[in-house]
Each structure stands twice: as structure tokens, then as C-alpha cells.
């Protein structure tokens, strides 16, 4: 079996930190809404996202000569359905504002910059995920929040009467989403944006 190419590797790697950054993954696995493996579905998604486009890895004379490959890779789009979608199998999330589309966007511009031989991108997510590992999610109060991460947290384990408690996170914060609980209720519903312009994170009842 041969190695893997160092593009492949250096795309891996920048999935992995984009994944680590990203706070509705962050805060599933934190909380393991993928069950005790939730922490290797999250290394298991990066595989899968990495595989999307190994039907388009060039080779590496084809950098220097700037040759292309038949095919087109993924999009965003695609990516950022694939994202929903493994959220909602594996996590139980429902995802109900942008930042699937935001990574999905970011992935398709790291397999851009890794095909051109970059790695700025790779270097820069890896630092800031290194500065966040092992921490638990944590979110700035912005106007209008009313409770931080430990309210989620602790409405887990809550009643159902709590299950309007989340986390909203204003501007300059890490984009962190709201989170509901939604153990009552498995079908999709409308998103919900109040009226500073948030939508919401639905997590739906465990299997």
C-alpha cells in the first residue's frame, strides 16, 4: 500500500483543525451527543471529508507545471450537506444557522491552497485549535444572552421546562450557535431568529 501524498496529509491535517474550530462540533462532542465515541466521530467526519476529494489529488509534478485534473472536486455546497448530514446522524444536531456552510466553504478553500502547494491556512487553524484543546467550549455573553456555556451544560441533565435554556453568542465571540433541546420533537421545523438576528441550534432527542 503506498503513503499517502503530502497533499493529502497536509489537507487532513487542515480538516481536522478546521473541525476542532468549529463550535457546534465542539460543543457535541464536549457534551458526547455521539455517545462515548463522539470524540473519534469527529476524527472519523475528517476522514470522510478528506476522501471527497481524493479522487482529485494532483500529483506533485502537476503543482509545479500547473497541469488540472479532469473532474470537478466538491463544492461547498456539497460539503456543507454533508456536514448537516452527519450532524443530524451521528449528533443528533439539528444546525440551524450558517457555520456548516462557513466550514464547508473553508475546507473547499484549504483544498485549494494544499493543491497549490500552500499551507498557510494548515499552520494557522492547527494554532488556534492547539490553543483550545482539552478546554470546554466557552462563549461570551453577548447584548440579549441571557446564560453562558455551564447553563447549557447544565441543562442536560434538566427538565424539559428548561429546554428553552442555550447559549447565544453575540458579535465577536466564536460564532458559538444557541442550543435547544429538542428531545420532544424530531420533525423539522421553520428556523427561529429572534431579534438580534440569531438563529438556533436544535439538538434532537436521542435514539
Not at 5 to 26: E, Q
Request: with cysteine; charged share 30%; proline share 5%.
Amino acid at each position: 500500500m503506498s503513503s499517502p501524498s503530502p497533499i493529502a496529509i497536509l489537507l487532513a491535517r487542515g480538516v481536522l483543525a478546521r473541525l476542532a474550530l468549529w463550535p457546534a462540533l465542539r460543543i457535541a462532542v464536549y457534551n458526547s451527543w455521539g455517545g462515548p465515541e463522539s470524540a473519534e466521530k469527529q476524527r472519523w467526519l475528517a476522514g470522510v471529508l478528506v476522501d471527497q476529494f481524493d479522487g482529485f489529488l494532483p500529483a506533485s509534478s502537476a503543482i509545479s507545471t500547473g497541469s488540472t485534473m479532469l473532474g470537478t472536486p466538491p463544492d461547498a455546497f456539497y460539503i456543507e450537506e454533508m456536514l448537516l448530514q452527519i450532524m443530524s446522524d451521528e449528533f443528533e444536531v439539528t444546525l440551524e444557522d450558517n457555520s456548516a456552510f462557513e466550514a464547508a466553504r473553508d475546507i473547499v478553500k484549504l483544498w485549494n491552497d494544499v493543491c497549490a502547494g500552500k499551507d498557510a491556512l494548515v499552520k494557522e487553524w492547527e494554532g488556534q485549535a492547539e490553543k483550545i484543546k482539552g478546554k470546554a467550549p466557552q462563549v461570551q455573553e453577548g447584548p440579549g444572552s441571557g446564560s453562558d456555556w455551564e447553563d447549557v451544560d447544565d441543562g442536560e441533565s434538566g427538565d424539559d421546562e428548561e429546554s428553552d435554556g442555550g447559549v447565544e453568542g453575540g458579535e465577536g465571540t466564536e460564532n458559538a450557535p444557541q442550543l435547544l433541546d429538542h428531545s420532544r420533537s424530531r420533525h423539522r421545523e421553520e428556523p427561529e431568529v429572534d431579534e438580534e438576528g440569531f438563529t438556533t441550534i436544535r439538538r434532537k432527542g436521542r435514539r
